[in-house]
């Protein structure tokens, strides 16, 4: 079944990237109409995700023992439910790590776990975090993997928490926060119901129902360029946009806006890794 | 010009203590320190870019509603910085203009900085009909030159609202195209164009 479904996954990945170009050629004619027929597309690959792929990847990285310190991520890193504990750790995060001492979302966590217990370096990690062409890095491997034992679990970040909610307090005026050559904060594009950039719809980050498309899908498998990718680049692009400096790998800032965000999401459902177009 | 200065921040002061801060000041205070400490310059993209300008400050206190005299006198001051071309004429070429309409290169990281800056227009404006991939963050542009006519006042007022939107709303989600340098008075004149000239497909 599993690796049936894996045979699909790679078969159909080299057609998404056709059939991506079909629809960015024929969305000009028709916004809500190419919306639609990509969401239908994005139902049909739901059993076929290449998403999948870097799931199992993920899954091997979690149970080998690696690093200097040769241990594994199954048997040294708390999720935030327990060391190894998988099911519903997603969903919950970003939360506040004793441990740490920080509010982290689960990339950053992993990225804690690897450094502190496997005992690799955060500069090499740092260095290239991001998947470009045939390179995925470990860390998007992993957060995949993680990512898919939250499917279909509701967002419930510990927003009681006083470290949790001030974190989100902070995270909403960074997305507030005007500066750079074009005066852009994330809200320019992100603070108002039902605007566009071009044909791209722009969810309102201050609202339940916005927030969550922000969220949804991540990390997600984008057809642009057929590669695996974060919440964390997805928040790094959106600073490239926004004309700014880049955001430091794994930094409070980018934490704080994925709590604003996943925050203002609780209660809503996770559907798992996704596919971005 | 420095009494007008000392006189703007007086107000300023006046009117920010006048008007419930909107932005909660102990977060806004955290989430500035956060940002001067997360970020790395990339590209042409250095850390100046982090810090907020005057203008920038006073509306991220005030949720981009300001309050009070100070809102006019400081529009004044950003109407002040435009500059227009030699020749004095305000309209150019509508066809050069739609084109740098379409272009949204500029300024990014990923950008090179050797390179134009487009006008970025189409991103949040509907413009000409035959362009149906437009943004809505901006009012559609459509027909704007049918509306008004392209009286010289008209002219003006468009050039100046390229050059510097926040001449005529202080906190507008727009660009100052012209005042930070991306766009030159020669490219604002064809986008004058594009949106009054009765030639222009805005227009037809």
């Known amino acids: 079944m599993r690796k049936l479904s894996i045979i699909g996954a790679a078969c159909t990945a080299a057609a998404l990237a056709a059939t991506g170009m079909a629809f960015a050629q024929s969305a000009g004619v028709d916004h809500a109409k190419a919306d639609a027929e990509f969401a239908k597309f994005r139902a049909e690959m739901e059993d076929s995700n290449p998403a999948e792929l870097f799931e199992m990847k993920g899954e091997e990285l979690w149970k080998a023992k690696r690093g200097p310190k040769n241990v594994s991520l199954a048997e040294s890193c708390d999720l935030g439910i327990g060391i190894g504990k998988l099911d519903g750790a997603y969903v919950q995060m970003p939360r506040y790590f004793a441990d740490a001492d920080k509010v982290m979302d689960a990339e950053r966590r992993i990225v804690w776990c690897m450094t502190e217990k496997q005992g690799f370096s955060f500069d090499e990690i740092a260095k290239r975090p991001f998947a470009s062409g045939n390179f995925t890095p470990d860390i998007t491997s992993l957060v995949t993997f993680i990512a898919g034992h939250s499917r279909n679990m509701k967002f419930a970040i510990p927003m009681k928490d006083p470290k949790v909610k001030e974190a989100w307090e902070i995270g909403k005026e960074i997305a507030a926060y005007r500066a750079g050559p074009y005066d852009f904060s994330c809200n320019t594009c992100h603070g108002n119901d039902g605007k566009r950039i071009r044909m791209q719809n722009l969810p309102n980050l201050a609202k339940p129902e916005g927030a969550i498309k922000g969220v949804l899908g991540w990390p997600g498998y984008r057809m642009t360029g057929g590669v695996m990718l974060t919440s964390q680049w997805r928040m790094n692009d959106c600073f490239r946009q926004q004309r700014f400096p880049a955001p430091k790998y794994a930094s409070d800032t980018v934490t704080y806006l994925l709590t604003y965000m996943t925050g203002t999401s609780n209660g809503q459902i996770y559907k798992g890794p996704g596919i971005k177009r | ?204």
């Open chain 2, 1 to 204: 010009m420095k009494k007008q200065i000392i006189l703007a921040a007086a107000t300023a002061f006046v009117a920010l203590a006048a008007t419930p801060a909107l932005a909660d000041a102990t977060a806004r205070a955290k989430a500035i320190a956060t940002i001067k400490q997360d970020f790395q310059p990339r590209g042409q993209a250095d850390l100046d870019r982090l810090a907020e300008d005057g203008l920038q400050a006073l509306c991220n206190r005030t949720g981009n509603d300001p309050k009070g005299g100070i809102v006019k006198v400081l529009e004044a001051d950003q109407l002040a910085t435009v500059k227009y071309p030699a020749d004095g004429k305000l309209m150019g070429d509508w066809k050069k203009g739609e084109s740098l309409a379409q272009s949204g290169r500029g300024f990014t990281w990923s950008d090179n900085p050797g390179l134009p800056v487009g006008g970025n227009c189409y991103n949040c404006h509907q413009i000409s009909p035959k362009e149906t991939a437009f943004g809505t963050v901006g009012p559609s542009l459509l027909q704007y030159g049918k509306l008004r006519g392209n009286s010289p006042e008209i002219q003006k007022y468009t050039y100046d609202k390229i050059f510097n939107a926040k001449a005529f709303n202080l906190c507008s989600d727009m660009p100052r195209f012209g005042q930070v340098g991306a766009l030159k008075p020669e490219q604002i004149k064809d986008l004058v164009a594009l949106l009054l000239d009765p030639e222009s497909p805005v227009n037809k």
